[in-house]
């Protein structure tokens, strides 16, 4: 199997762009219906509130597309960070293993390293991305829980806390999407490489559709309850009237109290009918795209050697090209005032003969 070089920052930030936007605005209803369920504090309705009910009228379903185009706008830097700065910390990490004088004495053990390295490589590329991220999650989630109706209000309403409106939910939302992402995209790699160790080939783009759904389903049902506060703690601007959460523990705490350990599973569905796809879509667009940047190499290439033949290609060519200025040359210095007319070729008039 032929290696494929490795991707440069740039054309890997356009990848993860094109793929998390593609993703992220497909699947928007469900995750729009996922933040709905999970944020509703209302005793008596929350309960009653289900996947089905939400799907029922036709007004709801206006509801579960509000938002798409500020997740279309603001999922193109996400994504661009994400996945460049990703590749980049594990190609770093990687070149530090693989150098490393105790990994050279300890050969065997480096199969183990894999999964670790993917794990810190995801939970860096996490940390740097939160920058980005984090305003991202904070405008989406209370456009789809209904707090701001667009875009545009929702950025004016958090600025006037400040810079601090746009990462309240900084930390609840990184401690829940570090061990979510790294898990999703650690499983992912290692079913890549039991594919390729199976198969001897490097997976098609709908096998890697395939097993992105796998990695993410199994990441999102051991972080659900995590999901749930990180939802709450980010919308419970929506509730003024009730008693705010003080952070992660505190939250965490109240919803097992006073509502009971299901509430943390009532995303669940929606987050498994947004997030299974998502992310499937998300590493089969990625994985394309990369196929698409190292396509480029083979069609310079084979400019680069048309343009290297060209030369001996037209070596003969340019021979009789200069050949036939040449002989035009003489028959115009053959004519005068007596032959006006250019001497004729004698030898077209041979063959003519012959």
């Known amino acids: 199997m032929e290696q494929q070089r490795v991707l440069i920052f740039w054309e890997n930030m356009v990848c993860g762009a094109v793929s998390r936007s593609v ?7 469900a995750n729009t219906m996922k933040t709905i369920l999970q944020s509703n504090r209302e005793m008596g309705v929350a309960e009653k509130l289900t996947m089905r009910k939400l799907l029922r009228n036709k007004s709801d379903l206006k509801v579960l597309t509000r ?6 706008v603001l999922s193109l830097p996400h ?20 150098n490393s004088a105790w990994m050279r004495e300890k050969q065997k053990t480096k199969s183990y390293f ?41 950025t004016k309403g958090l600025s006037k806390k400040g810079l601090a409106g746009f990462y309240t ?11 979510s992402y790294a898990l999703t ?69 109240r919803i097992s109290r006073e509502e009971g350990i299901q509430a943390f599973y009532r995303g669940l569905s929606p987050r498994l009918c947004s997030v299974v796809p998502m992310i499937g879509l998300q590493f089969g667009v990625y994985e394309y795209m990369k196929k698409v940047m190292v396509s480029r190499d083979t069609e310079t290439s084979v400019m680069e050697k048309i343009a290297q033949n060209l030369p001996i290609l037209g ?6 090209i200069d050949r036939i200025k040449m002989e035009e040359v003489m028959m115009e210095v053959a004519a005068d005032d007596d032959q006006p007319f250019p001497a004729p070729n004698v030898r077209s008039n041979k063959s003519r003969a012959q």
């Open 315 to 320: 070596k003969q060519q340019l021979e009789n």
């Open 23 to 29: 993703a992220q605005v497909l699947t928007h209803p």
């Open 79 to 98: 994504g661009a960070v994400n996945f460049a700065v990703l590749e980049y910390v594990r190609k770093s990490l990687n070149n530090v293993a693989s």
């Open 114 to 154: 894999g999964p670790m390295l993917d794990f810190c490589s995801s939970a860096i590329a996490t940390c740097c991305c939160s920058m980005v991220s984090t305003p991202q999650m904070m405008i989406l989630d209370n456009i789809m829980a209904g707090t701001y109706p667009n875009l545009f209000a929702a």
């Open 67 to 72: 938002g798409a185009g500020a997740q279309f």
């Open 169 to 179: 939910g900084w930390w609840p939302g990184l401690a829940g999407k570090i061990p």
């Open 185 to 253: 995209w650690t499983l992912f790699q290692q079913l890549k490489r039991a594919q390729l160790s199976i198969l001897q080939r490097s997976p098609s783009d709908i096998e890697n559709s395939i097993m992105g759904c796998m990695a993410s389903a199994i990441a999102v049902c051991v972080m659900i309850p995590m999901d749930t506060i990180k939802t709450r703690l980010v919308t419970q601007l929506n509730y003024p009237d009730l008693v705010p959460y003080k952070g992660i523990i505190d939250a965490a705490m």
